[in-house]
């Protein structure tokens, strides 16, 4: 826990220790606890040096008495190493990341800590900041500390604390059981906000604080700004085809959804499925669809945004995805086009060595991982994707999607019709929908109902026919003539791999 690492850390005498964290409030409540005899200043842009003093009541973080409100962050370095002013102290710095861009600064940072290591200033510097931003200067004096999301039995400490301080009265059990699991991936801070929103509007803690809760998460997903969370729409009954993948995943369901029993039993947790395949045939839909089947949260995680510009900041970013999908877990993790974010591994250059250290932190994790963080993973070429990621221990197992075969189709045409225009169902002729495409992809498929409900409604007539929908179907090109030999060289590729076929 942050608590005994940061004492850990204060009294080894690490001169900066870096807390990336978006609740400064309850880690700065963690630090005054630790912080012993020494004195806290707290150095910030908005009210200048501040002098920290512990106090005991619990709902008070901390007296901020101002000491010089006009200070600036360089002339406090350079005075308080000069006039040694910093002795016996902590030094807290709070949103401190744009200050590191700044040479200056980092000059004078650095000139402390080599005062520090000497052992002639006894002080620690304490960064707060959501953002992690660690000059090359300064690599080797600072210390990154993550703040942790609560474990359950600290949750559960929490919601009995916030009860027995605001006198809320009898809470059931079930309800502290149901909360204690919907909160996991909150931090402290946030936990008592929503306690507190819910309370004063129910007057007492019941179920229906938990509503407020995936709002929460959603925003705090969104502050991350690393995974997006997604509404979930689709769910199997909209696919069509891909009977085997459908199935399997279906069985992994069963495990997820029961998975104390399972776990008894000796069943593995799955860890998760890799599709490849042509685009625009049902990858992305399985992944949506199996968030749907499990009944919950569906995170899609962008490598594009992880990518961060300092050292550190990529590989940070992937610890924090990681975390926060483990927090908030059961949960499925989309990871799209995955041949896109590892794309350069095993190249020179500063942006290929970031690449292959977040391809070795994403297959550790996997190989790994015992939370109910179901991945899914999609991937248009499969050729791209190195190799070791295809092997036994990442994912359960890796499926190929192809064109639709006729049958399939069929369904395609079925599920987009149905969904649009159930009433003229009946009267289509699908079958020969079907012989007129072959090489579409469920998405062209999906373009050429669209296409032919609106030119129905265009020319002002009150059904679709067989008619409209021939005709947008020669209007449209087919994948398979875009992509051209390319499909071929893939389908080979796959089945040289031994991949299963996901229909
Ligand atoms: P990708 O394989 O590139 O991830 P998507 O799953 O995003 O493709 O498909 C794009 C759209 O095409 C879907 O939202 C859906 O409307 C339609 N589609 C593709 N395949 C199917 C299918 N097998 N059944 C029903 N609709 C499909």
Redesign the pocket.
């Known amino acids: 826990m942050l608590k005994e690492r940061l004492k850990e850390y204060i009294d080894a005498n690490v001169p900066i220790i870096y807390i990336n964290s978006h609740d400064d409030l309850s880690v700065e409540k963690t630090l005054l606890q630790v912080t012993g005899r020494r004195i806290v200043w707290e150095w910030n842009r908005m009210d200048g040096l501040l002098n920290r003093k512990e106090i005991k009541k619990k709902e008070m973080i901390g007296i901020r008495e101002p000491l010089n409100s006009g200070c600036t962050l360089e002339q406090l370095l350079e005075r308080g190493v000069k006039e040694r002013e910093f002795n016996r102290k902590v030094i807290l710095l709070k949103d401190i990341a744009a200050y590191l861009e700044d040479a200056e600064i980092v000059a004078l940072l650095k000139n402390a800590c080599l005062r520090i290591e000497a052992g002639e200033l006894d002080t620690v510097f304490i960064f707060i900041s959501p953002i992690l931003r660690i000059p090359k200067e300064l690599e080797k004096y600072i210390t990154v500390l993550h703040e942790g999301y609560l474990k359950e039995d600290e949750i559960r400490n929490e919601i009995q604390t916030f009860a027995e301080e605001n006198a809320v009265g009898n809470v059931y059990s079930k309800t502290v059981e149901e909360m204690t699991t919907a909160f996991k991936g909150l931090s402290a801070l946030e936990i008592n906000t929503i306690l507190s929103l819910a309370y004063s509007r129910d007057g007492g803690l019941t179920g229906s604080a938990l509503g407020l809760v995936l709002e929460q998460k959603k925003q705090m997903i969104q502050k991350a700004g690393i995974l997006e969370m997604l509404p979930i729409r689709e769910g199997m009954e ?5 009977d085997n993948l459908k199935t399997w995943i279906e069985n992994k369901a069963k495990i997820l959804k029961n998975m104390k029993q399972a776990k008894g039993f000796g069943v593995e947790l799955p860890k998760g499925v890799l599709i490849a ?1 042509v ?7 399985n992944a949506k669809a199996s968030a749907k089947l499990l009944g919950v949260p569906l995170l899609k995680l962008d490598m594009g945004r992880l990518m961060g510009k300092y050292v550190g900041e990529s590989e940070s970013n992937m610890r924090q995805a990681i975390a926060l999908a483990e927090a908030i877990s059961p949960c499925v993790l989309w990871v799209d086009e995955l041949e896109k974010a590892f794309a350069g591994i095993g190249g020179n250059g500063g942006g290929a060595e970031v690449t292959t250290r977040l391809f070795g932190q994403f297959l550790t994790w996997m190989q790994e991982k015992d939370s109910p963080v179901f991945v899914v993973a ?1 991937a ?1 070429d499969i050729m791209k994707l190195p190799p070791e990621l295809m092997r036994k221990g990442r994912f359960d197992e890796i499926f190929y ?1 192809q064109l ?1 075969n006729s049958a ?1 189709r069929k369904k ?1 045409f079925e ?2 019709i149905r969904k649009r225009r159930g009433q003229d169902l009946a009267d289509i002729d699908i079958q020969k929908l079907v012989h007129m495409t072959d090489g579409y ?3 062209d498929i ?1 373009g050429v109902v669209k296409e032919g409900i609106e030119s129905a409604f265009i020319k002002g007539k009150t059904s679709v026919s067989t008619e409209d929908l021939t005709t947008a179907i020669r209007s449209t090109y087919p994948l398979k003539e875009i992509m051209g030999d390319s499909i071929k060289k893939l389908e080979e590729e796959y089945k040289n791999r031994k991949f299963k076929s996901a229909s």
């Open positions: 909209d696919i069509g085809g891909l395949g685009p625009g045939c049902g990858k992305s839909l999609t248009n999607v639709p399939e395609i599920i987009h992809s469920g998405a999906e």
